[in-house]
């Protein structure tokens, strides 16, 4: 079953690489974590599963209603554009794959194979060996946070400035 899933995420990030529409990359992102999801059940990790679905499935339903938002639906995006990213978007995958293949994983065996909870093992994780990847990640998502308020708000805030004298002026010489 779990085999089965890992192909089907393989399959759906494909796809996600491959299809120019955002709004399609979008929901296939939704399966691709909603299948990691169901991985993380099936291994007893529900924590962590139940944090994808509530966490990311949430925010990427957030990021399509502002892509739905801000996309002109009257602009088609030409196809040419994207399809020369397709071969760059492979090598990059092939690289990922390789790096993980490479990737020694003995101390996260170690911290595993103990006696403590879900919880408390990937507290040791996060806090330990992957300490600054986690703050690299905080920073990232308060600039992302940050810009995604800044292109919200209006661009220019237009205020309707007083002139004092003149409007007493005005009022002294009609009298």
């Known amino acids: 079953m779990i085999f089965l899933l890992c192909i089907n995420i393989t399959i759906t990030r494909l796809i996600i690489t491959t299809t120019t529409r955002r709004i399609f990359r979008a929901i296939w992102l939704i399966i691709t974590f909603i299948n990691a999801a169901l991985i993380l059940i099936i291994l007893e990790i529900e924590f962590i599963a139940i944090l994808?679905?509530?966490?990311?499935?949430?925010?990427?339903?957030?990021?399509?209603?502002?892509?739905?938002?801000?996309?002109n639906l009257n602009t088609k995006i030409k196809k040419e554009e994207e399809t020369h990213l397709i071969p760059l978007r492979i090598i990059i995958?092939?690289?990922?794959?390789?790096?993980?293949?490479?990737?020694?994983?003995?101390?996260?065996?170690?911290?595993?194979?103990?006696?403590?909870?879900?919880?408390?093992?990937?507290?040791?994780?996060?806090?330990?060996?992957?300490?600054?990847?986690?703050?690299?990640?905080?920073?990232?998502?308060?600039?992302?946070?940050?810009?995604?308020?800044?292109?919200?708000?209006?661009?220019?805030?237009?205020?309707?400035?007083?002139?004092?004298?003149?409007?007493?002026?005005?009022?002294?010489?009609?009298?």
Do not use: C, D
């Open 93 to 175: 995958i092939i690289l990922i794959i390789k790096r993980l293949e490479r990737r020694n994983n003995k101390r996260i065996i170690e911290i595993t194979n103990n006696n403590n909870n879900n919880i408390e093992t990937i507290s040791k994780l996060l806090y330990s060996e992957y300490r600054p990847w986690f703050l690299i990640r905080r920073i990232i998502l308060l600039i992302r946070m940050i810009a995604t308020i800044t292109i919200i708000q209006k661009e220019e805030y237009t205020r309707i400035k007083q002139q004092l004298f003149t409007q007493l002026q005005r009022k002294i010489h009609n009298k």
């Open 52 to 71: 994808i679905i509530i966490v990311y499935i949430g925010a990427i339903a957030i990021l399509f209603l502002f892509t739905i938002m801000m996309l």
